[in-house]
């Protein structure tokens, strides 16, 4: 079965510190890979979107940057935090697009990210 | 863009009580899905909807899908406290079928 793992659970860090929360996939190939910020209350923005190794779509202008070394490990980043960066990052994964049933996402824990 | 919205916002009820979100497009969809978000928790993936006019159900909850495949309802029937979180809709994007658009959620709570 696949699994989705999500580090580190919570996270406070100081405005204009670096950011590095990691995910990984366990149990499939290739799969389609996503990051979500959530805000309190609030629905999922999507921010970036990868179909394989080294493939990054950005969705919105940002303080964000995400990168896939591996097939399975997907990783987001920031050089110097703003407040405005807090919330709740969700991964997820579906299929590819050789799979069946290729839209439907599977999420991971997430981080609470508080910025100070 | 593609958006879908979703309405109520917030529901309280009483437990025992049903509770019905809606989701409404305005472009017909390939499919739609349904979320659920417990309080502090990630999305879980409840049901998938591709047939026009489909009905399923998971115990006491009942999804549809409308007839032109614009809108679909989840309906709990006799909510209990455990149905407690946020309930999310959400379907293909018509770029791009493996991204998603999300309703922004129906926040459900229960008082017992």
């Known amino acids: 079965s696949q699994t989705i793992h999500q580090w580190p659970a919570t996270l406070v860090q100081p405005v204009g510190s670096p950011l590095s929360l990691e995910c990984t996939v366990e149990?499939?190939?290739?799969?389609?890979l996503y990051w979500y910020r959530q805000a309190a209350g609030r629905g999922l923005q999507l921010l970036f979107y990868s179909v394989g190794i080294g493939q990054i779509s950005s969705e919105v202008p940002q303080n964000l940057s995400a990168s896939r070394p591996q097939d399975r490990q997907f990783i987001l980043s920031s050089k110097k935090l703003l407040l405005s960066d807090s919330g709740f990052y969700l991964c997820a994964w579906s299929r590819g697009r050789f799979g069946v049933g290729t839209d439907t996402q599977y999420f991971g824990p997430g981080t609470r990210l508080t910025v100070l | 863009g593609q958006q879908v919205m979703q309405i109520p916002q917030y529901q309280h009820v009483q437990e025992g009580e049903d509770f019905t979100t809606y989701c409404n497009s305005s472009?017909?969809?390939?499919?739609i899905q349904w979320y659920k978000q417990r309080p502090g928790g990630h999305p879980v993936f409840l049901i998938q909807?591709?047939?026009?006019?489909e009905v399923k159900k998971q115990k006491r909850l009942t999804f549809q899908f409308g007839e032109a495949k614009k809108n679909s309802s989840l309906h709990i029937t006799a909510t209990q406290t455990t149905d407690v979180g946020t309930y999310f809709c959400a379907a293909p994007r018509e770029t791009s079928g493996s991204r998603l658009t999300f309703g922004e959620g129906t926040q459900l709570t229960v008082n017992p």
């Open positions: 472009t017909t969809l390939s499919n």
């Open positions: 909807l591709v047939k026009s006019g």
């Open positions: 149990g499939t190939s290739n799969p389609n």
